[in-house]
């Protein structure tokens, strides 16, 4: 079965109730809105902020990566374009089709939650945004404005977005609590309350008087 039948199956599934909510739905990650917002929710909290910035850094790795340099580089039509026939619930929209960058974003922001740690993410909040992320992929061929290749591939550019992400901010919040050591009086380049190395016993600093006894 090609890819094109598959789209057309789906078709099947189309019905005065769904069409709306699927509108609505994919449209809220049109320029990832959706999941910029939820990046910055979860900053708001202090338990969550290291996976909001995880979020929206993945979000944007994502789209660099989609939007700026494989889709301008394939150019693949969309098969709304491919089969003009078939009825559209949103806009048709320009650009090429591989990969979905809906799809993309979703992935993006659920791996980022996925991957992070101390603190991870919590369990239902990584439930919930992973069921949508499949979800956007699911209403990106219902809407029949990408294949499932193009679906899937923005499913794996995303996963590892998150995953670069979660990494990077791993590093940078480890960065940020290493301690600082406290340099010595008069801008000495020994920490204070430390021996020098004039007087490495007593501790009485540089430049002290030797006592004999």
């Known amino acids: 079965m090609n890819e094109l039948a598959i789209l057309n199956a789906m078709q099947a599934w189309h019905n005065p109730v ?22 910055i929710v979860l900053l708001c909290f202090r338990r969550t902020r290291k996976a909001g910035a995880g979020v929206l850094v993945a979000v944007a790795l994502g789209a660099v990566v989609t939007n700026l340099t494989i889709k301008p580089l394939l150019m693949r039509p969309r098969p709304c374009d491919v089969n003009a026939a078939v ?10 089709s591989f990969p979905s960058g809906h799809t993309t974003a ?11 740690r101390k603190p ?10 992973t069921v949508a992320a499949a979800l956007m992929g699911i209403s990106r061929m219902y809407c029949y404005v990408h294949y499932p290749t193009d679906v899937l591939a923005g499913a794996i550019v995303g996963t590892l977005a998150g995953l670069a992400a979660a990494r990077l901010m791993d590093a940078l919040w480890k960065q ?6 406290p340099r010595g009086p008069a801008g000495s380049d020994y920490p204070a309350g430390t ?16 006592i004999r006894p």
């Open 195 to 210: 021996d020098s190395p004039n007087n490495p016993d007593d501790g009485r600093g540089p430049g002290a008087p030797e």
């Open 18 to 39: 769904l069409d709306p909510l699927v509108a609505v739905f994919t449209s809220t990650s049109n320029h990832g809105e959706l999941w910029i917002l939820l990046g």
């Open 106 to 116: 979703a992935f993006a922001a659920a791996a980022a939650l996925w991957f992070a």
């Open 87 to 96: 009825a559209m619930i949103v806009p048709r929209p320009s650009g090429s």
């Open 176 to 181: 940020r609590a290493k301690p600082s050591i």
């Open 120 to 129: 991870a993410a919590p369990a239902g909040l990584i439930a919930g945004v």
